[in-house]
């Protein structure tokens, strides 16, 4: 039997560019459609391991096919392939150099790659309900701020912010049938206190699809994570990493703001303002004080008590 290989592949709307390991394999390109991808994995060798750059949609058909095959598969960070790039000195960009590029990534740096498990239906439903709402939503604000005091537009304006209102309502309603299959987890994850029940939805269906080890890695997953910047006697300041998926931690942020107005949080909030720190700062780390929580009570089957956290 054939050893597993590895391979890049680059992704495109209607193209796969495809660069083998194994040198004896030419590198290839194939139809981004489901009867050839299904042909080229045919011919790979089991538990063979293949990367690919997450581009939004394009790649889920390749994702999916090649780990129901038994593929092991990555989806890479753009963003980290870009600076692998310019670390490694890459000058051109054109598919076959962007295969060739991911595929010298997942040699050298897949032992600390994590593979993909596709997650199952109504999780990739909600994913798409959650950043799709927060796209009616930037245009309603967007609209209301471009056009508000404009006389001439005024009618037209409330007629399309009813409209957007309407069909983010539409959205919602989604959102809470889909969450239905995990109601009971869902409902110990918004008993914490400044959790509502969309961001109740993202936790949840988050804490589901992504194995995450510990609270450690579920606020570096949300990207509240901050970055150390240290050489030698500088001390750099830390900023927060934000590489995780920018609707939930918009979500977090707005329900630690609302938090920090409550009895409970407020005296936690102030402590941190009092040390100097900025609104966003102390905002921030009440949010992932939210986010532990919530993972903490998602995976021990609890509910949240306020009393444990009167003097938090």
């Not at 404009?150 to 912010?161: E, I, K, M, N, P």
């Not at 269906?205 to 901050?226: H, I, K, Y």
């Not at 050489?231 to 942020?253: H, M, N, T, V, Y």
Request: one cysteine or more.
């Amino acid at each position: 039997m054939p050893s597993p290989i590895d391979v890049g592949v680059d992704v495109a709307m209607e193209t796969l560019q495809i660069a083998h390991a194994d040198s004896a394999a030419a590198d290839a390109r194939v139809a981004n459609r489901r009867a050839p991808i299904r042909a080229w994995l045919a011919q790979l060798p089991p538990g063979s391991r293949i990367a690919m750059e997450a581009t939004g949609r394009y790649h889920l058909l390749l994702a999916e096919l090649a780990y129901a095959q038994g593929m092991i598969v990555y989806v890479l960070n753009p963003c980290d392939l870009r600076h692998y790039a310019r670390a490694v000195g890459l000058r051109g960009k054109t598919d076959r150099v962007d295969a060739r590029l991911i595929l010298r990534y997942l040699v050298r740096e897949g032992s600390a790659l994590h593979p993909y498990v596709p997650p199952t239906p109504a999780q990739r439903e909600i994913d798409q309900l959650l950043r799709r709402r927060a796209t009616l939503v930037n245009a309603k604000t967007q609209l209301r701020l471009s056009l508000q005091g404009l006389a001439l537009c005024a009618s037209d304006l409330t007629v399309l912010l009813k409209r957007l209102d309407a069909m983010i309502t539409k959205l919602e309603q989604r959102l809470r049938q889909l969450a239905q299959g995990q109601a009971e987890a869902q409902r110990r994850v918004e008993s914490v206190l400044g959790i509502g029940p969309l961001l109740g939805v993202a936790l949840t269906n988050t804490f589901a699809r992504v194995p995450l080890r510990n609270s450690d890695a579920a606020v570096a997953f949300v990207g509240f994570d901050p970055r150390a910047k240290d050489s030698g006697q500088c001390i750099g300041r830390r900023r927060l990493s934000k590489r995780g998926p920018a609707e939930l931690r918009r979500l977090l942020f707005n329900a630690a703001r609302s938090a920090s107005k409550t009895t409970l949080w407020r005296p936690l909030y102030q402590r941190y303002r009092d040390r100097g720190l900025s609104t966003t700062e102390a905002t921030v780390i009440l949010a992932r004080k939210l986010v532990r929580i919530a993972f903490s009570i998602y995976h021990h089957g609890t509910t949240f008590d306020p009393a444990r956290f009167v003097h938090a």
